[in-house]
């Protein structure tokens, strides 16, 4: 009820169902990450019997140490499924044309400078033809911000690094999303 425009919204899909993904299109939410194959393949299911144009972003499984807890975090599917998955899904009538995109998600919520090589963990996750096939990438996370445990002089290599890795994407042809993220 407050969202203006709902087209502008990225929905991460949990655990939904037909009627759900029925009622978002309906209101014009039409860009998606599914984390899982199970929502995955109930959006496709949907997708079978509907006109519906989408943006699909499938999560990457990215193994991250935080600067405190030095714990795994690994939401998404592994690199194997998306490699196997993107090459299925793109030949989808209502996935990847002119203005619609398919391509993948992770999230990353770290200043540990040793996470933020991007381009090589996609080179080394996701296979050059699937590659090819996808048009965007979304940086899920955020950017840091400046809280009272920050090291602030991380940010601007962070920068450094996101400059470098949009370099590298631009050279497959891919955009870069990055989400907002960590407001204050």
Do not use: C
Not at 103 to 122: C, D, P, S
């Amino acid at each position: 009820q407050n969202v203006k425009d709902a087209s502008r919204v990225l929905f991460l899909a949990q655990a939904w169902d037909e009627e759900l993904i029925k009622n978002l299109i309906n209101q014009n939410v039409t860009s998606f990450v599914v984390d899982n194959e199970s929502d995955l393949n109930m959006l496709l299911k949907f997708l079978e019997t509907s006109k519906a144009k989408i943006n699909l972003l499938l999560r990457l499984k990215l193994r991250e140490n935080t600067l405190r807890t030095e714990r795994y975090f690994v939401f998404g599917m592994k690199a194997e499924v998306i490699n196997k998955k993107i090459l299925e899904i793109v030949a989808n009538k209502n996935i990847k044309d002119n203005i619609h995109h398919l391509g993948i998600h992770f999230h990353r919520k770290t200043q540990n400078m040793a996470e933020w090589n991007y381009e090589y963990e996609l080179q080394h996750a996701i296979k050059p033809e699937v590659l090819n096939k996808i048009s965007i990438i979304n940086m899920g996370g955020g950017l840091p911000s400046d809280y009272a445990n920050t090291n602030v002089n991380v940010i601007t290599s962070i920068f450094n690094k996101i400059k470098e890795f949009k370099a590298f994407l631009n050279g497959k042809n891919i955009k870069l999303m990055i989400e907002p993220g960590r407001f204050i």
